[in-house]
């Protein structure tokens, strides 16, 4: 079955510094991944997504993300951070052959300091 | 934009009560799927639902849980004799595609069984 793990719970930074949310998944074959932010009262907003084909993806809010093979991993990274990116960020991953089940990585909760 | 909404925000319950949770997912979208976060835990599948049948379901997903598309808008959760460990936030999803897995994600749910 497939598992995703990010590291890291808590991450602070200030604004106007870069970013990068790691994320490794534990799949067979390659998966769909993708990586949610959820703010306070909200639900959870897709960012970004990779299915095949180029590794570095771009997404909105100025976030990117790119999957390396060798290390199963899918970072999410942003140059400078915006106060508004404050909330909590979850990688998740598909299997190609599921009905859309997503398993979902514990989550990192981002603040920003002004 | 559209959106997906769930109703009510936070429910309270008592313990062996049925409760009925609602989603109205984005219109033109024909697969749906609940998914519920245990306070500090992962967000975690329960359930796909396509053509008025489950597609796939979890292991959390027992005989205590249904769902609906009672009509052609609502998407509907039920359990039907709650327990405290069924306390959690459920989010209700949407998408076109089972292929293209772009889930879009209500607010959620906050269940409280007491």
């Known amino acids: 079955a497939q598992s995703v793990t990010q590291p890291d719970i808590h991450i602070t930074v200030s604004e106007g510094a870069s970013l990068e949310l790691r994320c490794n998944y534990s799949?067979?074959?390659?998966?769909?991944l993708f990586w949610y932010v959820q703010s306070p009262g909200q639900g959870l907003q897709l960012l970004l997504k990779?299915?095949?084909?180029?590794?570095l993806v771009q997404g909105i809010k100025g976030f990117e993300a790119e999957f390396k093979r060798s290390q199963s991993s899918f970072n999410l990274r942003k140059p400078s951070v915006h106060w508004s990116d404050a909330a909590e960020y979850f990688c998740?991953?598909?299997?190609?052959?599921?009905?859309?089940?997503?398993?979902f990585g514990q989550g990192t909760i981002l603040t920003v300091h002004p | 934009e559209p959106e997906v909404t769930q109703t009510p925000s936070h429910q309270v319950t008592q313990m062996g009560q049925e409760v009925i949770l609602r989603c109205v997912p984005i219109?033109?979208?024909?697969?749906f799927y609940w998914y519920r976060q245990i306070l500090g835990q992962k967000v975690e599948f329960l359930v796909s639902f396509y053509n008025n049948e489950i597609s796939e379901k979890s292991e959390i997903f027992d005989d205590q849980f249904s769902v609906e598309r009672p009509d052609g808008s609502n998407f509907t959760l039920k359990i039907r004799s709650t327990k405290l460990e069924d306390s959690a936030m459920y989010f209700c999803?949407?998408?076109?595609?089972?292929?293209?897995?772009?889930?879009?994600f209500g607010p959620g749910t906050r269940l409280t069984v007491t």
């Open positions: 219109s033109n979208h024909l697969y």
């Open positions: 799949y067979g074959a390659t998966p769909y």
């Open positions: 990779y299915f095949s084909g180029d590794t």
């Open positions: 999803a949407s998408s076109t595609d089972r292929g293209a897995y772009e889930q879009y």
């Open positions: 998740a991953v598909g299997v190609r052959t599921s009905y859309g089940k997503l398993t």
